[in-house]
T-cell receptor
Framework: NAGVTQTPKFRVLKTGQSMTLLCAQDMNHEYMYWYRQDPGMGLRLIHY???????AKGEVPDGYNVSRLKKQNFLLGLESAAPSQTSVYFC???????????FGQGTRLTVV | GESVGLHLPTLSVQEGDNSIINCAYS??????FIWYKQESGKGPQFIIDIRSNMDKRQGQRVTVLLNKTVKHLSLQIAATQPGDSAVYFC??????????FGTGTRLKVLA
């Protein structure tokens, strides 16, 4: 049972480049989330999804887009990367909004 | 290495002693709380949770205490082991999709 799997684990981008982070979960969870984690700050929610085909903005959505075409996958896209998007990104999933979330191992993204 | 924990408060505990990690939460309407453990280079891992109709909950070597009057949460780890070294943070939920995460405390276990 893999849980939540994120790819890639590390990536370096040049300013202006685009990329997609993939999150896959095998627990049949309805809810999926993308967070970023920066030094001295708690996890901040970028976007989330309450089910297949749905997405919604979190607290820091600017510069990111997401898609949830399949229940098990949640993709995070950066259309034009900026140095301010250098961060560690975590995907999480949960059965409902009132249950604990399972996190992936994270993607360390550096934008130069 | 892991850069997330550079600016975190640190609790140093002797191996075998008990650890107490504190968290002040922000929303008086929050009614569900979780403690997570995050080891260097890894994602947060669920430790224990508690709902607001309880003031104490025990797990294996861990106890969470909730004081709603002062909006305070604590995590107690009994007989702290080297493998407990990590960043610990709390999360609160007020009945929506949104969790509010604390910034965390780094626990260092001294041999």
């Amino acid at each position: 049972n893999a849980g939540v799997t994120q790819t890639p684990k590390f990536r370096v981008l040049k300013t202006g480049q685009s990329m997609t982070l993939l999150c896959a979960q095998d627990m049949n969870h309805e809810y999926m989330y993308w967070y970023r984690q920066d030094p001295g700050m708690g996890l901040r929610l970028i976007h989330y999804s309450v089910g297949e085909g749905t997405t919604a903005k979190g607290e820091v959505p600017d510069g990111y887009n997401v898609s949830r075409l399949k229940k098990q996958n949640f993709l995070l896209g950066l259309e034009s990367a900026a140095p301010s998007q250098t961060s560690v990104y975590f995907c999480a999933s949960s059965y409902s909004s009132r249950e604990d979330a399972f996190f992936g191992q994270g993607t360390r993204l550096t934008v130069v | 290495g892991e850069s997330v924990g550079l600016h975190l408060p640190t609790l140093s505990v002797q191996e075998g002693d008990n650890s107490i990690i504190n968290c002040a939460y922000s929303n008086s309407a929050s009614d569900y709380f979780i403690w997570y453990k995050q080891e260097s280079g890894k994602g947060p891992q669920f430790i224990i949770d508690i709902r607001s109709n309880m003031d104490k909950r025990q797990g294996q070597r861990v106890t969470v205490l909730l004081n709603k009057t002062v909006k305070h949460l604590s995590l107690q780890i009994a007989a702290t082991q080297p493998g407990d070294s990590a960043v610990y943070f709390c999360a609160e939920n007020a009945g929506t999709y949104k969790y509010i995460f604390g910034t965390g405390t780094r626990l260092k276990v001294l041999a």
